[in-house]
């Protein structure tokens, strides 16, 4: 056609997306669970919305790799990631470019702003709703879930140790 890959995504969204599920390590990310959709009268297809993140950060029962901080998706998928539209657009450098960007201008500060105190606020502001959570599903609680302490606790340190993995892999300054 003459055009570019550009000319045919949203780099933005696309980018946006990639990080939300490389920062979350979300499993179903890579074949299983990604949107995209075209407006009308627009040329270009836009990623999103995200969802189903019930097997990401660090709660993944199909090994450990994946709920390590440390690595990176296109590692730990192997073959599940080569033939994705992510593992594409990650030999362009404009994509890498604007992921970098990304990461640095609004990824890297919320996830600073969730470590230094919004993963409590927000623990804070469900914790009622566990309570209740806990009574309803008694049973199931008991052979599946954490408790909603540990589970915080478990989020925060997953987050911090994703973003100091993730900073030097996105090259923040």
């Not at 998928?77 to 604007?98: P, Q, V």
């Amino acid at each position: 056609t003459g055009k570019s890959y550009k000319d045919y995504i949203d780099m933005s969204s696309f980018a946006k997306k990639y990080l939300i599920d490389e920062i979350s390590k979300n499993y179903d990310s890579v074949k299983y669970s990604a949107f995209y959709y075209k407006e009308r009268g627009e040329d270009r297809l836009f990623a999103g919305p995200v969802w189903d993140y019930d097997i990401a950060y660090g709660n993944a029962n199909v090994g450990e790799e994946i709920n390590d901080p440390k690595g990176l998706t296109k590692l730990l998928m192997g073959d599940r990631f080569e033939d994705h539209i992510f593992s594409m657009l990650m030999e362009k450098s404009e994509f890498t470019d604007e992921v970098n960007r990304q990461y640095e201008e609004r990824f890297a500060p919320v996830l600073t702003s969730l470590i230094n105190g919004g993963i409590d606020e927000m623990a804070e502001e469900i914790a009622a709703c566990a309570a209740m959570d806990d009574k309803r599903y008694e049973a199931y609680k008991a052979e599946n879930n954490k408790r909603f302490e540990e589970s915080i606790s478990s989020l925060k340190g997953f987050i911090r140790e994703r973003k100091d993995f993730l900073d030097g892999v996105f090259s923040v300054r």
